[in-house]
Structure formats: C-alpha cells, structure tokens
C-alpha cells in the first residue's frame, strides 16, 4: 500500500530541544486549508491510498476533523501522528466519527522525564489519557512510538520495556497489530530507529 505523509502545521505544545521542524509560527501554504487539500489530492492522484497526517502538532488544528473528512470522502485511509497531549475523548470521538482509522503516538521518554523534555507540566499524564480514550473509540493505535535522546542511551532498555507494557496492553485489547518504535535522536539532529512488532518484541523480552 502506498503511503503519502501530509504535513498539517508546523507549530507545536511541545519544546523538544531535538525538534528541528517545530516553528514559531504558521506559514500559509503549508498550514493554510487549500494547500492542506491540495496536497491530500496531489498524494492520491500519485497513487497514494493511506495518508499520514504529520506536523508540527496536527491536534492544535481545530479544523483537523474537517481535513480527516476530506481524505476519507475521497477514499484515503488516513494515520495521525500526535503526541495526543491535547486529545481529550470529545476530540478523539470528534476524529472517529470524520474517517480516523490509525493513530501513531508519540513519546520523547517515559514517565515523568517526558515532561521535563517536552517542557509540558502533565502532558506525559494526558498522552496517557488520551491512550485510553482512542481505545475505547475504536481507534487502531498501531505505534507506541519513543524517542531516545543521546543522553538517555543507558535508559534505552528501561524506556523499551515500558512502551512494551503499553503494548502489550493494546494487545490484551485485541490490536496484535500494535508496534513499538525506538528511535535514537543522536545529538538531537537526527536519528536512526526501528519498528517491530509487539510480539516480536515480548518475545525478546522473554529470553533468558
């Protein structure tokens, strides 16, 4: 299946030192509606079949479920990458009900560190929330995403273990399609990573 990412905006309710594609302001022709479906019908007459709206933060956008609407009215499966800190249940059913069938959320660390990176008091806490409300949606939360800053690279097995608690719990929950992703953000200017699958991953865990 082709795959088309749609950038959304460029703002975002984090700060992530690591960040280079957050802007302080919006620019028209990435942010601005027309430009938005103009590139959701470029990527489809390009082939594309599932769109990953990206930022920036797309949840910032009020319109977001309108843009959700627009590709499923043309046939796209769409994926949102968010770092669900401003999704309460409202704006998660609000997104369900336009055509929202993926979500990919994302983490900079685990626990309270996610905080102090993202320089959002609580934001660890509501991207938590936000987990269970897409859930109890219906929503397919395929990734777990995490970060690992340079800094961090001795907490790598602690933050994966922890995203494999999660996933696994999206497991129990029936999505044996949920993955982990953990990617290193090497000096904050790039980074390498990998995705596997949730049960390739506890089975990992599970060996002596």
Known sequence: ?????????????????????????????????????????????????????????????????AIVAYAARLGARTILETNAASLDRAAVLRLRDAGLDTVRVHLPAWGPAADRITGDRGGFARTREAIDALLEAGLRVADLDAVVLHKQRSQIAAIAFAVALDAADLVEEGRQDAGIGIAHAGEGIGGMGAHIGVDQFLAVLARP
């Not at 430009?35 to 082939?47: C, N, T």
Request: positive net charge; charged residues 30%.
């Open 1 to 65: 299946m082709r795959i088309a990412p749609i950038i959304t905006n460029e703002t975002c309710d984090h700060r992530c030192a690591f960040c280079r594609v957050r802007r302080p302001s919006e620019r028209p022709e990435i942010a601005g509606s027309r430009a938005i479906r103009a590139r959701i019908e470029g990527a489809l007459r390009a082939g594309a079949e599932e769109l990953v709206l990206t930022g920036g933060e797309p949840t910032l956008r009020r319109d977001l479920p």
